[in-house]
């Protein structure tokens, strides 16, 4: 690695599997004290005694991101007192994702996922910004999908929670950039941990079919767009959302 981050703090959220643990490990391979975080501490502490077992600096801090803006407050003053009081990089990738139909959506899940997607981020970038920007500046990323930008008949509630993401992204790089605070964010496309038996086995393979990239990408391809939006090699970068999709919402590629 390069050293890119070095000297520098990071929060990430739901960094306790897939890509939020990619960007994790990335991060503290270029340099960054890492705070992990998520629900569940055995995970979690998974990725710290990973990272820490390759020479790099994390902690774990557990959250349950509900929404309330007491829960985004408690994890960024933890957050800040696991870095030494002090946070220059917040990652927003916690999120969940229930799929039923529109037809079969109750209000109860419709509320939990916006609460998670939404208003956890939402809150947890008030606690963050001001402090970073007092400090001199930082950097924020939010994760977005690409099922956000072309429509698809499933994940009708998630897409609209993700499409909220990518506008609050362009809002808060207005906001805060004056500040010395840049907000980016980064769109996967279908990512997935190695499936047991192949890309092949698993039904999401399919989704990639007619692309450029003609497979799915792997949590690590997020990781270092995420690395490259922290790093200062993006500080001329604000209010984007970077497509890391392998061609899903650009390019069809048609056979011949």
């Known amino acids: 690695m390069t050293a890119r981050l070095q000297h520098k703090t990071a929060l990430v959220t739901g960094a306790t599997s897939n890509i939020g643990r990619a960007i994790a490990v990335a991060f503290a391979a270029e340099g960054a004290h890492v705070v992990v975080s998520g629900r569940n501490r055995e995970r979690g502490e998974a990725v710290v005694a990973e990272i820490r077992s390759r020479g790099g600096l994390a902690d774990f801090v557990a ?9 985004s407050r408690r994890l960024a003053d933890e957050a800040r007192h696991a870095l030494g009081g002090r946070l220059d990089v917040l990652v927003n990738n916690a999120g969940v994702y229930p799929g039923p139909p529109t037809p079969e959506t109750d209000e109860e899940t419709f509320d939990r996922v916006f609460a998670v997607n939404v208003k956890a981020p939402f809150f947890l970038t008030a606690a963050v910004a001001p402090a970073m920007a007092a400090a001199g500046g930082g950097a924020v990323i939010n994760l977005g999908s690409w099922v ?15 499409g909220a993401l990518e506008t609050l992204t362009r809002a808060w790089a207005a906001e805060f950039g004056p500040s010395g605070v840049r907000v980016n964010a980064i769109s996967p496309g279908v990512i997935l941990e190695a499936p047991a038996g192949g890309e092949d086995s698993h039904p999401a393979g399919a989704m990639m079919r007619g692309t450029p990239a003609g497979s799915v990408g792997t949590p690590e391809a997020i990781a270092q767009a995420a690395v490259y ?4 090699e993006a500080g001329f970068v604000h209010g984007i959302t970077l497509d890391v999709d392998g061609g899903r919402t650009t390019a069809a590629v048609i056979a011949a």
């Open 148 to 162: 956000a930008r072309l429509g698809i008949p499933i994940g009708t509630l998630y897409s609209s929670t993700k």
């Open 229 to 232: 939006l922290a790093s200062q």
């Open 63 to 71: 959250a349950d991101l509900d929404g309330s803006p007491a829960a």
